[in-house]
């Protein structure tokens, strides 16, 4: 069966940095695009950033310059570096990715969640 665990999230003070972490396991043949979304309370859910299998990047407009995305494709995992945190950076972060099992036809997979709260 394959998962998505999210690990990294907690709270931080403004100005901080967290690094969020994303791994897909179970039995996979491969793995295509990765993205963090964020679901804030009271707010839509959001596409915070994106990178494809290949290494191709994007990323929200209210993130620019202050996180960035990764992945190892040799691990299966995706990386989110927070720096410069604000307040209203405070949201569930999920990672999804496109990934197609050892078995079965390619699907879209979610973790469970990490919750960021950026807080003095």
């Known amino acids: 069966q394959v998962q998505l665990v999210e690990s990294g999230g907690g709270l931080v003070q403004p100005g901080g940095s967290l690094r969020l972490s994303c791994a897909a396991s179970g039995h996979i043949f491969s793995v295509g695009a990765m993205c963090w979304y964020r679901h804030a309370t009271g707010k839509e859910r959001e596409l915070v950033a994106s990178i494809s299998s290949s290494g191709t990047t994007t990323y929200a407009d209210s993130v620019k310059g202050r996180i960035t995305i990764s992945r190892d494709n040799a691990k299966n995992t995706v990386y989110l570096q927070l720096n410069s945190l604000k307040p209203e950076d405070t949201a569930v972060y999920y990672c999804?990715?496109?990934?197609?099992?050892?078995?079965?036809?390619?699907?879209?997979?979610w973790g469970q969640g990490t919750q960021v709260m950026v807080s003095s």
């Open positions: 999804n990715a496109y990934l197609r099992p050892s078995r079965g036809p390619s699907d879209t997979y």
